[in-house]
C-alpha cells in the first residue's frame, strides 16, 4: 500500500513508520523542513519526503495515489496559546487535501475523552476527531491515554522525577486514575488497523489491563528501576504551581508541563469494547511495559550488539545515525577549542587511553581506575586491543568504544565502570572546533551526589585534556 504519514518528526510517527517499512509499504512522510528528517529513517528505501506546512495556505504537489494515511499532528508543546485553533486549521487542510486524492482509510491517533470535564487538550483532540470525518475516505480514531516507550515524553517525565527524587511532596492531580498503554501496543493498534472494514468509521478506546493513579505509576516505576520511593500529595498546589513543580523537577518545557498538568487533572478511564478481539493485540502490563522500554535502553549499551549488527550489515546509513546519547535528565559538561591541525588532533583522540594515557592528569584516571577495581569493577586493567587504531565494540580502559568513524571526526565512549549512573564522554570535530563532551544519567540520589562530587575534577581535567588534544605538538 502506498501510505501518507503526518508528524514525521514526531515519537510515533518515527517508530510507525519503521514498522510499516519492514512490511514492505510505500511511504509519503510529510515533514515541514527538509532539513528536520529524522535520521532513523532518513535513508531508508521506499520512503519519500514530502514538505508541506499543514497551517500555510500553499499547496504542494500533494500525492492522489495514496490508500491511506495517518495523521499524527498535535500541538501540545506549542507556545500557543491558541492551540485549539492552530489543530484546527492542521486538520482541516489535511482533510481538505486528502479528500482529493484515492485514500480510502484515515487513522488517527488520538487521546481518550469520556470525562465529562474535559482538559483543553483533549477537547482540541475530539474537535479534530470530528473534523476529520468525510464521506470520501472511512475514519478509524484511536483514543490513548499516557503512552508508555523509552523516549517518550510522558516516560523521560516519570523517569526524571522517580529518578531525582527519593522524597516527593506532590500536587493533588498523582491521585488521577488514567490507563497507561505501551508503545508496542499502541503500534500494534495502529497498523493491525490499517486496510481492516471492521474499523472503519469507528473509534475506539485503547488502554493497558490496569487502571493506575499517577501516585502509582511513580511508585511501580521506582520498584522496576529497584527504587523505593515515598511521596505525600497536597491539595494546596494550584494548577500553575503544578506546572512550575513539573517543570523545574523535570527536563520538560514549561508549556508542555502546563498542558500536562491540564491534563493530569482529568481522569483518564477507557471505554469497553471489543477491539482488542478485533485486531488480535492484547496489551502488557504497566510494569512490563516500563521494563521493556529500559530494556531498549540498555541494548544501545549492550557494545556487543553494536558490534555484530555492524558485521552482520543490519546498518546500511552511518551508524553514527543509530548512536546517540541522552538528552533528558542529564548532567553534562561540554567543552570546545579551535583546532588548527585537524590530522594531528584525530591522531591523538583515536590514541588516547592505555599505556598513552589521558593527556591530562592521567595520575587521577589510575586513580579512579583502582578505586573501580577495588568495588568490583573492570578498573583500567584491559587498555587498549591497539595503540592507535579504535572500531566500535573495542575495551578502552573502564570505557567501551561505542562509535570510532575518522571521516565523521567522531569518537563516542560508553563507561563500564561501576557507577550510580550511566555515562558517555565523546569527541568531535565539526568545522575546525573540537567539542568534548561528557554526559552522565544519575540513578537516584545517589547519582547526582557522585556527580556533584567529581565536579571539581573537571576543571581541570577535562580542560586539560581537551588543551592537550588541540596543542600543535
Same mark, same amino acid.
Given at each position: 500500500?502506498?501510505i +501518507?504519514?503526518?508528524?514525521?518528526?514526531?515519537?510515533i510517527? !518515527?517508530? +510507525?513508520?519503521?514498522?510499516?517499512?519492514?512490511?514492505?509499504?510505500?511511504?509519503?512522510?510529510?515533514?515541514?523542513?527538509?532539513?528536520?528528517?529524522?535520521?532513523?529513517?532518513e535513508?531508508k528505501e =521506499?520512503?519519500?519526503?514530502?514538505?508541506?506546512?499543514?497551517?500555510?495556505?500553499?499547496t504542494?504537489?500533494?500525492?492522489?495515489?495514496i490508500?491511506?494515511?495517518?495523521?499524527?499532528?498535535?500541538?501540545m508543546?506549542?507556545?500557543?496559546?491558541?492551540?485549539?485553533?492552530?489543530? !484546527?486549521?492542521?486538520?482541516?487542510?489535511?482533510?481538505?487535501?486528502?479528500?482529493?486524492?484515492?485514500?480510502?482509510?484515515?487513522?488517527?491517533?488520538?487521546?481518550?475523552?469520556?470525562?465529562?470535564s474535559?482538559?483543553?487538550?483533549?477537547k482540541?483532540?475530539?474537535?479534530?476527531?470530528?473534523?476529520?470525518?468525510?464521506?470520501?475516505?472511512?475514519?478509524?480514531?484511536? @483514543?490513548?491515554?499516557?503512552?508508555?516507550?523509552?523516549?517518550?515524553?510522558?516516560?523521560?517525565?516519570?523517569?526524571d522525577?522517580?529518578?531525582?527524587?527519593?522524597?516527593?511532596?506532590?500536587?493533588? *492531580?498523582?491521585?488521577?486514575?488514567?490507563?497507561?498503554?505501551?508503545?508496542?501496543?499502541?503500534?500494534?493498534?495502529?497498523?493491525?488497523?490499517?486496510? =481492516?472494514?471492521?474499523?472503519? =468509521? !469507528?473509534?475506539?478506546?485503547?488502554?493497558?489491563?490496569?487502571? +493506575?493513579?499517577?501516585?502509582?505509576?511513580?511508585?511501580?516505576?521506582?520498584?522496576?528501576?529497584?527504587?523505593?520511593?515515598?511521596? +505525600?500529595?497536597?491539595?494546596?498546589?494550584?494548577?500553575?504551581?503544578s506546572?512550575?513543580?513539573?517543570?523545574?523537577?523535570?527536563?520538560?518545557?514549561?508549556?508542555?508541563?502546563?498542558?500536562?498538568?491540564?491534563?493530569?487533572?482529568?481522569?483518564?478511564?477507557?471505554?469497553?469494547?471489543?477491539?482488542?478481539?478485533i485486531?488480535?493485540?492484547?496489551?502488557?502490563?504497566?510494569?512490563?511495559?516500563?521494563?521493556?522500554?529500559?530494556?531498549?535502553i540498555e541494548?544501545?549499551?549492550?557494545?556487543?550488539?553494536?558490534?555484530?549488527?555492524?558485521?552482520?550489515?543490519?546498518?546500511?546509513?552511518?551508524?553514527?545515525?543509530?548512536?546517540?546519547?541522552?538528552?533528558?535528565?542529564?548532567?553534562?559538561?561540554?567543552?570546545?577549542?579551535?583546532?588548527?591541525n585537524?590530522?594531528?588532533t584525530?591522531? !591523538?583522540?583515536?590514541?588516547?587511553?592505555?599505556?598513552?594515557?589521558?593527556?591530562?592528569?592521567?595520575?587521577? *584516571?589510575?586513580?579512579?581506575?583502582?578505586?573501580?577495581?577495588?568495588?568490583?569493577?573492570?578498573?583500567?586493567?584491559?587498555?587498549?586491543?591497539?595503540?592507535?587504531?579504535?572500531?566500535?565494540?573495542?575495551?578502552?580502559?573502564?570505557?567501551?568504544?561505542?562509535?570510532?568513524?575518522?571521516?565523521?571526526?567522531?569518537?563516542?565512549?560508553?563507561?563500564?565502570?561501576?557507577?550510580?549512573?550511566?555515562?558517555?564522554?565523546?569527541?568531535?570535530?565539526?568545522?575546525?572546533?573540537?567539542?568534548? @563532551?561528557?554526559?552522565?544519567?544519575?540513578?537516584?540520589? *545517589?547519582?547526582?551526589?557522585?556527580?556533584?562530587?567529581?565536579?571539581?575534577?573537571?576543571?581541570?581535567?577535562?580542560?586539560?585534556?581537551?588543551?592537550?588534544?588541540?596543542?600543535?605538538?
Open positions: 500500500m502506498k +501518507l504519514i503526518t508528524g514525521t518528526t514526531g515519537y510517527a !518515527k517508530r +510507525l513508520v519503521l514498522q510499516l517499512l519492514e512490511d514492505n509499504h510505500e511511504l509519503v512522510c510529510c515533514v515541514r523542513d527538509l532539513n528536520r528528517i529524522p535520521d532513523e529513517i535513508y =521506499n520512503i519519500e519526503f514530502l514538505k508541506i506546512d499543514f497551517l500555510e495556505d500553499d504542494p504537489d500533494f500525492p492522489e495515489d490508500d491511506a494515511a495517518y495523521y499524527l499532528i498535535h500541538s508543546s506549542t507556545s500557543s496559546e491558541n492551540f485549539e485553533s492552530l489543530e !484546527k486549521k492542521c486538520a482541516s487542510k489535511f482533510k481538505e487535501l486528502t479528500e482529493k486524492t484515492s485514500c480510502k482509510q484515515v487513522l488517527y491517533l488520538s487521546g481518550i475523552v469520556n470525562d465529562s474535559l482538559s483543553k487538550h483533549l482540541s483532540r475530539l474537535q479534530v476527531e470530528e473534523i476529520l470525518s468525510s464521506s470520501k475516505y472511512a475514519l478509524t480514531t484511536f @483514543r490513548a491515554g499516557i503512552i508508555v516507550g523509552s523516549g517518550s515524553a510522558s516516560f523521560e517525565i516519570i523517569r522525577i522517580v529518578e531525582k527524587l527519593p522524597v516527593m511532596v506532590t500536587p493533588k *492531580w498523582l491521585n488521577t486514575k488514567t490507563q497507561p498503554i505501551a508503545i508496542r501496543d499502541v503500534l500494534n493498534f495502529l497498523v493491525k488497523a490499517l486496510g =481492516n472494514e471492521n474499523v472503519f =468509521n !469507528k473509534s475506539f478506546d485503547i488502554c493497558g489491563p490496569e487502571v +493506575l493513579t499517577y501516585k502509582e505509576m511513580l511508585l511501580e516505576f521506582g520498584k522496576v528501576r529497584g527504587l523505593k520511593r515515598y511521596i +505525600l500529595t497536597l491539595p494546596v498546589l494550584t494548577p500553575r504551581l506546572s512550575y513543580w513539573l517543570y523545574f523537577v523535570t527536563s520538560t518545557s514549561f508549556n508542555l508541563a502546563k498542558a500536562l498538568v491540564d491534563s493530569m487533572k482529568v481522569e483518564v478511564i477507557a471505554k469497553p469494547s471489543n477491539i482488542n478481539e485486531l488480535d493485540v492484547q496489551p502488557i502490563k504497566y510494569t512490563e511495559a516500563v521494563s521493556l522500554a529500559f530494556q531498549k541494548q544501545n549499551a549492550v557494545i556487543s550488539s553494536w558490534k555484530d549488527a555492524i558485521s552482520s550489515g543490519v546498518f546500511k546509513d552511518q551508524l553514527s545515525k543509530h548512536v546517540r546519547m541522552p538528552q533528558f535528565g542529564c548532567f553534562k559538561d561540554v567543552r570546545s577549542r579551535k583546532v588548527t585537524e590530522e594531528l584525530l591522531d !591523538k583522540i583515536w590514541s588516547i587511553g592505555g599505556e598513552n594515557g589521558w593527556y591530562s592528569f592521567t595520575w587521577l *584516571w589510575r586513580i579512579r581506575g583502582y578505586a573501580d577495581k577495588l568495588v568490583g569493577g573492570v578498573g583500567l586493567r584491559r587498555g587498549r586491543t591497539h595503540s592507535t587504531y579504535l572500531e566500535p565494540g573495542d575495551p578502552l580502559d573502564f570505557w567501551r568504544v561505542l562509535l570510532a568513524d575518522k571521516e565523521e571526526k567522531r569518537l563516542l565512549l560508553f563507561a563500564e565502570m561501576k557507577l550510580p549512573g550511566e555515562a558517555w564522554l565523546e569527541f568531535k570535530i565539526v568545522k575546525n572546533q573540537l567539542y568534548q @563532551r561528557a554526559v552522565f544519567r544519575p540513578k537516584g540520589i *545517589w547519582g547526582r551526589m557522585y556527580w556533584y562530587a567529581v565536579l571539581p575534577f573537571h576543571a581541570f581535567v577535562f580542560n586539560g585534556m581537551i588543551d592537550a588534544l588541540v596543542a600543535e605538538k
